[in-house]
Each structure stands twice: as C-alpha cells, then as structure tokens.
C-alpha cells in the first residue's frame, strides 16, 4: 500500500484548504482510509476516517463541522477538505490507512504516507 498526500499549505485563520490523498495497492473495499496530524512537540491525533466499504465515516471533536472526507474512487483519492480552519490546526497532515476504524480512536496505522504541511496564520 502506497499513501501520498499533498495539498499543504500556508492559510489565515477562516480559511479554507483541501487536501488529496493519492492511494495504490488495495485489492478490496475492506479498508479504512483518512488522515491524522502530528503539531511540533505534540502526539500525533487521528482526525477524519472513511471506511470504504460502506462509508462509514469518524470524525475527531476538534475538526467536526469545519472538515469533511469524501473519495473519488476513479481517481483512487480521498480528499480532507478544511473549512473555517484555526491556528491550532497548524500540523503536518498524513494520510494512513487501516483495516477498519477503530484505529482512529488512536494511531493504531497499518500504512501511512509522507506528510504535507499545513500553516494557519492568526
């Protein structure tokens, strides 16, 4: 499984930023795909996850109602778009894959890729 993300960049405070996701090597819908961010100096948190399969989707406290998950299964991405965004989401995002979702309520990853950097101004 191969993950590579991109779409980071520098925003202000209120701003909107999307994020692609590039995936290659699963053989089945039995996956769960989405991101997590590590901010300098702090544990990485897992925010936003679909499982592919039916759509079920996670989304952590922090980021529910300013981000949204959608994939693009013709083009094998998955997309993070960040709406309204604040400086504390200042991090690098990652995309990460698993079996199911569970593993959103860590960082219990199977694949993840490089990060991109996001920057939120003030």
């Known amino acids: 499984v191969q993950l590579q993300a991109s779409g980071g960049g520098l925003v202000q405070a209120g701003g909107s930023l999307r994020l692609s996701c590039t995936a290659s090597?699963?053989?089945?819908?039995?996956?769960?795909i989405g991101w997590f961010r590590q901010a300098p100096g702090l544990e990485p948190e897992a925010i936003v996850g679909i499982y592919k399969r039916d759509g079920n989707t996670f989304y952590r406290d922090s980021v529910k109602g300013r981000f949204t998950i959608s994939s693009d299964d013709a083009k094998s991405t998955v997309y993070l778009q960040m709406n309204n965004m604040k400086p504390e989401d200042t991090a690098v995002y990652h995309c990460a894959a698993a079996v199911d979702l569970i593993a959103w309520l860590g960082t219990a990853f199977e694949s993840w890729g490089q990060g991109t950097l996001v920057t939120v101004s003030s």
């Open positions: 090597g699963f053989t089945s819908s039995d996956y769960a």
